[in-house]
């Protein structure tokens, strides 16, 4: 069965047999939605306007991130470099430079009473050039900290600046 709408009957249309249906389409999204938000409701899985975890473990870290650079790179490392240049990689192969003109530590209370030991901070950068790179994640190099790759995220603030968050939580403890 194929339903198309018409725009001058107000009606839902069954295309296969074009058959008019009872159904206006505002009675067709008024009910489909109450149905979907009471079988959301009753999910078992988890929240329709929040994620929920029914464990206290933390996700599995995939074994071949283990290899990755950024792994070994804290906010301290970072903190040293400031004012000086990235090349980033782009999917057309060309090769910016961005300059990491701020490092912020964004601790959180909640975060440190659940997870003692894991850091979070942001990494901002500038791009000189007038055009824009989209969000992305993108192959850095860095002539101390080596090769790694950033989620940038265009900021809209002064200019072509890109954010990189890092979250770590340590669940040893």
């Given at each position: 069965m194929r339903?198309?709408?018409?725009?001058?009957?107000?009606?839902?249309?069954?295309?296969?047999?074009?058959?008019?249906?009872?159904?206006?389409?505002?009675?067709?999204?008024?009910?489909f939605g109450a149905a979907a938000i009471a079988?959301?409701?009753?999910?078992?899985?988890?929240?329709?306007?929040?994620?929920?975890?029914?464990?206290?473990?933390?996700?599995?870290v995939p074994p071949a991130s283990a290899s990755d650079a950024l792994n070994g790179l804290t906010r301290e490392h970072f903190l040293s470099f400031v004012n000086t240049?990235?090349?980033?990689?782009?999917?057309?192969?060309?090769?910016?430079?961005?300059?990491?003109?701020?490092?912020?530590d964004?601790?959180?209370?909640?975060?440190?009473?659940?997870?003692p030991g894991g850091e979070s901070f942001s990494l901002l950068f500038q791009d000189s050039r007038k055009s824009r790179l989209p969000q992305d994640v993108y192959p850095m190099q860095h002539f101390a900290l080596g090769e790694f790759s950033l989620l940038l995220v265009p900021t809209g603030i002064k200019?072509?600046?890109y954010e990189a968050i890092i979250n770590r939580i340590d669940g040893s403890r």
């Open positions: 339903v198309i709408f018409s725009a001058w009957s107000k009606n839902l249309t069954d295309v296969s047999s074009n058959k008019k249906m009872t159904t206006t389409r505002r009675r067709f999204i008024r009910n079988a959301a409701s009753f999910s078992s899985t988890g929240s329709i306007f929040a994620q929920i975890s029914k464990t206290e473990e933390l996700f599995i240049f990235v090349e980033v990689r782009t999917g057309d192969d060309r090769r910016i430079q961005l300059q990491l003109i701020e490092v912020a964004l601790k959180r209370q909640a975060n440190e009473k659940r997870f200019g072509n600046r």
